[in-house]
């Protein structure tokens, strides 16, 4: 079966390092991919990981693949004020369908 | 390059009335979806296209909802007769096909009153 799942809510404090965290089931999953949406836009793909890849790093996002763990994370540095939205993690089975977590709101504090 | 374009941006409705969105992705993609995101939620996939096609549509209300992709390009997405529960943002997205990452409309917000 195709479940995402993510935490509800971050909240970090400017400068600081922010980690959002996703889980996912299919194990056929050859693509995983980080999504922002900022309130009333539609979804800004961030970056993506192939499955056989264990880490991404792209400027000041780096993305780390438990494939073992089925577990998929986005460490963003130095988290600026601007960087406060909904982030969906998605993977994309073989079908090409994409099926996305539920979203961890990111709150940045100045 | 032009991005995916979707319209109307807002639509206000009595339930049981009729509505559709309309979508014109970006020149090229062979793969459309139309998402439906509720509030809170993450976007649920309604229905995939590859060119003119239906890929997936497991997640469709067939009996109130119904999509077309004409010609492989343009696309429309209808409800009928609307419920209070269809109230959400209607978003659309193209991809190259394969596995390219897609490319989301900014989404049309549908109230049912």
């Known amino acids: 079966g195709e479940d995402v799942e993510q935490s509800l809510f971050l909240s970090v404090r400017e400068g600081d390092s922010s980690v959002i965290n996703c889980t996912y089931t299919d194990s056929s999953s050859t693509y995983l991919y980080w999504y922002k949406q900022e309130p009333g836009a539609g979804l800004q793909l961030l970056t993506y990981?192939?499955?056989?890849?264990d880490m991404k790093q792209d400027q000041r996002l780096t993305v780390l693949l438990n494939k073992k763990d089925k577990h998929l994370s986005l460490r963003i540095a130095d988290t600026q004020t601007g960087d406060s939205a909904i982030y969906f993690c998605a993977e994309n089975n073989a079908g090409n369908m994409l099926t996305f977590g539920g979203g961890t709101r990111l709150m940045v504090k100045p | 390059e032009a991005g995916v374009a979707q319209s109307p941006r807002y639509k206000i409705i009595e339930k049981r009335q009729s509505v559709a969105f309309w979508c014109n992705p970006i020149?090229?993609?062979?793969?459309l979806y139309w998402y439906q995101q509720i509030l809170g939620q993450g976007p649920k996939l309604l229905i995939q296209f590859q060119n003119n096609g239906v890929v997936d549509d497991s997640q469709l209300p067939k009996d109130r909802f119904s999509a077309e992709r004409l010609k492989g390009v343009d696309s429309t997405l209808k409800i009928q007769p609307a419920k209070l529960e269809d109230s959400a943002v209607y978003l659309c997205?193209?991809?190259?096909?394969?596995?390219?990452?897609?490319?989301f409309g900014q989404g049309t917000r549908l109230t049912v009153v």
């Open positions: 997205a193209s991809s190259l096909g394969g596995l390219g990452e897609a490319f």
């Open positions: 990981i192939f499955s056989n890849m």
């Open positions: 020149s090229g993609h062979a793969t």
